[in-house]
């Protein structure tokens, strides 16, 4: 099993940045495509960005596309997601997510393609 654990949200304004860290433990990283995900109330979780094992290639959601940064440590074991131009629209939990890269072959842009989950952290942008 993997163990994920969020960091890095809170309270920033708009335009302003934030960068969230995801700490892996149990395994390491390096077979796993990570993703980031974020929720707000009412709303199943929404994609925003994914990297796949080597760092090699990223996507994203087109909400984030041009302001929010995916990238990769595997020897630190950890993910990075830089959010910077932050809108209010950008309020949510956010959470890191792994999928084994050898069990899904799908686009790694549901939930469903993710094995393991961190809790969670805040992030709140305010005008």
């Known amino acids: 099993q993997v163990l994920l654990v969020e960091s890095g949200g809170g309270l920033v304004q708009t335009g302003g940045s934030l960068r969230l860290s995801c700490a892996a433990s149990g395994r390491t990283l390096g077979a796993y495509t990570m993703g980031w995900f974020r929720r707000t109330p009412g709303k199943d979780r929404e994609w925003v960005a994914v990297?796949?094992?080597?760092?090699?290639?990223?996507y994203y959601t087109d909400s984030v596309k041009g302001r929010f940064t995916i990238s990769r440590d595997n020897a630190e074991n950890t993910v990075l997601l830089q959010m910077n131009s932050l809108k209010a629209e950008d309020t949510a939990v956010y959470y890191c997510?792994?999928?084994?890269?050898?069990?899904?072959?799908?686009?790694?842009?549901?939930?469903?393609?993710?094995?393991?989950w961190g809790q969670g952290t805040q992030v709140t942008v305010s005008s």
């Open positions: 997510a792994a999928g084994d890269s050898s069990l899904h072959s799908g686009a790694y842009t549901r939930a469903i393609d993710y094995d393991y």
């Open positions: 990297i796949s094992p080597s760092g090699g290639s990223t």
